[in-house]
């Protein structure tokens, strides 16, 4: 066998068993990221619903916890967005109702109101605890970037709250209170989960 012959042979056989091990190593890390996604969410108050949410964003987040929070937080803010649509329309129809009748619906009218602004506060909060968050990965002031990371989404969860308080304080249309009661509560436990998931950043 020439020595060129041999060279060949040697190099095809490097050349496929890397491609074997390459191809055996990258399920291997995106199942080590799920692991890492799974465990972080274990930790959190609302596990399955986290992991659900997270786990198909693991390649991109790797095993990195600042990419973890920062797209829980980003995810988040979808939600918000999408419980301010919620009762955006609500407020709509309800102002639809009421016109040309005085006081008619004027109650759950302000209620509504008084929800979007609450919402709309959440929205800007988790979008400010988005921007502490790239502090954090330039590694300036950790711990307190983190500190007002927690403190902007604590804020944002007792908005949340204060919505649905407003109607179980006044009496209003029973489906629209139940629209806005899931829609605001089904916000709540993900902004519950990216709050642990904040509290548990380690450094």
């Known amino acids: 066998m020439s020595q060129i012959m041999y060279s060949l042979i040697v190099f095809v056989f490097l050349a496929?068993?890397?491609?074997?091990?390459?191809?055996?190593?990258?399920?291997?890390?995106?199942?080590?990221?799920?692991?890492?996604v799974k465990t972080a969410c274990n930790s959190t108050t609302y596990p399955d619903k986290c992991y659900k949410s997270l786990s198909s964003y693991s390649s991109t987040i790797k095993s990195d916890p600042i990419k973890l929070c920062t797209t829980a937080l980003k995810l988040n803010v979808n939600s918000a967005k999408e419980a301010a649509s919620v009762i955006s329309k609500l407020l709509k129809k309800s102002q639809k109702s009421s016109a040309g009748r005085k006081n008619k619906m004027l109650p759950e009218k302000l209620i509504l109101r008084d929800c979007l602004e609450e919402m709309k506060d959440?929205?800007?909060?988790?979008?400010?605890?988005?921007?502490?968050?790239?502090?954090?990965?330039?590694?300036?002031?950790?711990?307190?970037?983190?500190?007002?990371?927690?403190?902007?989404?604590?804020?944002?969860?007792?908005?949340?709250?204060?919505?649905?308080?407003?109607?179980?304080?006044?009496?209003v249309n029973k489906e629209t209170k139940k629209k806005v009661t899931k829609v605001v509560e089904e916000l709540a436990t993900t902004t519950s989960n990216t709050l642990a998931l904040i509290t548990n950043l380690s450094y």
């Open 16 to 36: 496929s068993t890397n491609t074997k091990i390459t191809a055996a190593t990258k399920p291997s890390y995106s199942k080590n990221h799920k692991v890492f």
């Open 122 to 171: 959440t929205i800007v909060e988790l979008k400010q605890a988005i921007t502490e968050m790239k502090t954090l990965r330039d590694g300036d002031y950790v711990s307190e970037h983190i500190t007002n990371v927690r403190t902007w989404v604590s804020a944002a969860l007792t908005d949340e709250g204060t919505c649905t308080d407003g109607f179980e304080e006044i009496k």
